[in-house]
C-alpha cells in the first residue's frame, strides 16, 4: 500500500470518528484509540477551558513501529501529528540521499507544520521507537479554530514553541564549540524528559550517534568522543545508549574542554580519593572543576 492511500485510509479513519454512536467511539477510547480535546491540550501543554467539555469530539491515535515513515518528502499534506507517546526524528533528504536531522519530536510535540505553506511535506518523518501518534486532520483544527478562539490561539502557541526551539538550535550551532553543542543537547533532553513527568537525571538516547551528530553538524566520532570525556570528567555517565547526568549547570554553561592532560589529571584525582586511606602522602590534590575550566 502506498504512503498516499495510507494517509488517506487514516484521514477517513479520523473523519469516522464524528460519525461514531457514543457507545461505539466510547468502547474504541478504552482500547486507546482515541482522546477528546481536553485530553489533547493535556498533551500538548496548553489550558483547556469549560467550553472544550465536547466529548464526543474525538482524535484518533494511530500506532507506528520502530523504523515506520509517518510522512515522506513531497507527500501532500492534510495532517497534523502529536506524538502521545515514543520517539521521532524528521529529516531532509538531499538528492544523493543523505540525511539531514532536523529535530526529535518527543511526548507532547506537534510536527507536520512545514506542510502547510505548501500543502506538501516539506521534510520526512520517523519513528525511532514504537510510537503512538495523535492525529490532527488539518480541516479540523481550522474548523476548531472558528468555534474555539482560544484553542487557536494556544495552538498557535504550540507552533511558536516549535519555532522557538529550531531558531535556538540554529543560532547554537553557529555559536558554540563542539562540546558546548553536545553539551546543549543533553540538557535539552533532560528538560524535555522532566516536562513529560520522567527523570531527567537519566534517560536512554533513542537517537543514535549519527543522528545526533547531523542534528548538531558534527561527525559521529565527534559525538563520541565527546560523550566519552564528559563521563571522564564526571560531567555524565554513559552506558551504552544509557546517559546519567551528573552536573547539569556545567553542562549547561560549559565552552570548551579542558585539554586531555588536565582530564587525565581530575580521573586520576577522582581514582585517589575512591582510594582506601594510607599512611603514604597522597600527593597533589586533584584540581576543581571551575579550576578546569580556567585552566
Known amino acids: 500500500m502506498g504512503a498516499t492511500q495510507v494517509q488517506e485510509n487514516r484521514s477517513e479513519a479520523s473523519a469516522m470518528s464524528m460519525r461514531l454512536p457514543p457507545m461505539e467511539a466510547g468502547w474504541q477510547r478504552q482500547g486507546k484509540l482515541w482522546s477528546n480535546l481536553k485530553e489533547l491540550c493535556a498533551l500538548l501543554r496548553i489550558p483547556a477551558t469549560s467550553t472544550m467539555n465536547d466529548d464526543d469530539l474525538l ?44 529535530s526529535f519530536p518527543m511526548k507532547g510535540d506537534l510536527f507536520g507544520v512545514d506542510g502547510i505553506h505548501t500543502r506538501r511535506y516539506a521534510s520526512e518523518a520517523v519513528a525511532l521507537s514504537n510510537c503512538d501518534l495523535v492525529l490532527l486532520p488539518f480541516k479540523k483544527f481550522t474548523a476548531l479554530g472558528r468555534t474555539h478562539i482560544e484553542l487557536e490561539h494556544a495552538m498557535y502557541s504550540v507552533m511558536s514553541r516549535e519555532l522557538v526551539r529550531e531558531q535556538s538550535m540554529v543560532s547554537m550551532l553557529g555559536a558554540l564549540s563542539a562540546e558546548a553543542r553536545v553539551a546543549r543537547f543533553l540538557v535539552s533532553l533532560s528538560e524535555r524528559f522532566a516536562d513529560m513527568g520522567y527523570s531527567s537525571k537519566l534517560f536512554n538516547l533513542r537517537m543514535t550517534r549519527h543522528e545526533i551528530g547531523s542534528y548538531l553538524g558534527l561527525t559521529l566520532e565527534t559525538v563520541s568522543r565527546t560523550l566519552s570525556a564528559f563521563n571522564e570528567i564526571g560531567l555524565i555517565t554513559v552506558d551504552q545508549r544509557s546517559i546519567g547526568i551528573c552536573d547539569a549547570d556545567a553542562l549547561r554553561t560549559l565552552r570548551r574542554l579542558p585539554p586531555s592532560t588536565t582530564r587525565n589529571r581530575q580521573a586520576a584525582g577522582r581514582k585517589n580519593r575512591a582510594a582506601p586511606v594510607t599512611d603514604e602522602p597522597s600527593g597533589a590534590e586533584p584540581a576543581t572543576w571551575d579550576q578546569l575550566m580556567s585552566a
Not at 65 to 89: A, E, M
Request: charged share 15%; proline share 2%.
Open 59 to 102: 482524535f484518533q491515535h494511530v500506532q507506528f513501529k520502530t523504523g515506520q515513515r509517518i510522512h515522506t518528502i513531497g507527500q501532500p499534506f492534510d495532517t497534523l501529528y502529536i506524538v502521545h507517546s515514543g520517539f521521532l526524528k524528521t529529516v531532509l533528504i538531499d538528492e544523493y540521499g543523505n540525511e539531514q536531522v532536523l
